[in-house]
């Protein structure tokens, strides 16, 4: 089992990180490692019958979520055993029309949290949707946060 990291870098900007950067640094963007880097994509893909089940069962909970009372696909009733739930792009699963690949890299996020339990995150980034979420998981985990905001 790894020791616990004193940072974890999440690099999600069009430039490389500079030498010195707060690691180990993980790309949210390109499939290639180097030296001083390593790829989420590349971790989806190694790790992806795993991931694709579990974002599978995220979508589902989500469906199954109850809001006063009812679950969501409940509320988006449209007729006698029919919902609009199953018809919306969220369902689709269409990873040009809805943000699985964010989902699969911030399940690989969580799993490196979990397995180097770092004492911050530090995100490099502009999509303040990432940075959010990030925050949130990271509190949940009770680690540090920072997010620069450099796109």
């Known amino acids: 089992?790894?020791?616990?990291?004193?940072?974890?870098?999440?690099?999600?900007?069009?430039?490389s990180p500079p030498s010195g950067t707060p690691g180990p640094v993980?790309?949210?963007?390109?499939?290639?490692?180097?030296?001083?880097?390593?790829?989420?994509?590349?971790?989806?893909?190694?790790?992806?019958?795993?991931?694709?089940r579990r974002y599978l069962s995220w979508?589902?909970?989500?469906?199954?979520?109850?809001?006063?009372g009812k679950r969501l696909i409940e509320h988006l009733a449209i007729g006698e055993g029919q919902s609009y739930w199953w018809?919306?792009?969220?369902?689709?699963k269409n990873p040009y029309r809805t943000p699985i690949t964010d989902v699969i890299r911030l399940f690989v996020v969580e799993e490196l949290l979990i397995e180097f339990e770092p004492q911050r995150v530090r995100?490099?980034?502009?999509?303040?949707r990432i940075a959010e979420v990030l925050r949130g998981l990271c509190e949940r985990m009770g680690i540090a946060f920072d997010h620069t905001g450099a796109a």
């Not at 993980?26 to 694709?52: F, I, K, N, V």
């Not at 589902?60 to 006063?68: L, Q, T, V, Y």
């Open 1 to 15: 089992m790894p020791l616990p990291l004193e940072c974890l870098t999440v690099w999600a900007s069009v430039e």
């Open 26 to 52: 993980y790309r949210w963007d390109g499939h290639s490692d180097d030296a001083s880097t390593y790829s989420l994509l590349r971790l989806a893909e190694e790790h992806g019958e795993p991931l694709r």
């Open 59 to 68: 979508v589902h909970a989500i469906g199954e979520h109850r809001i006063g």
């Open 87 to 92: 018809l919306t792009a969220f369902v689709e």
């Open 123 to 128: 995100f490099e980034g502009g999509d303040a």
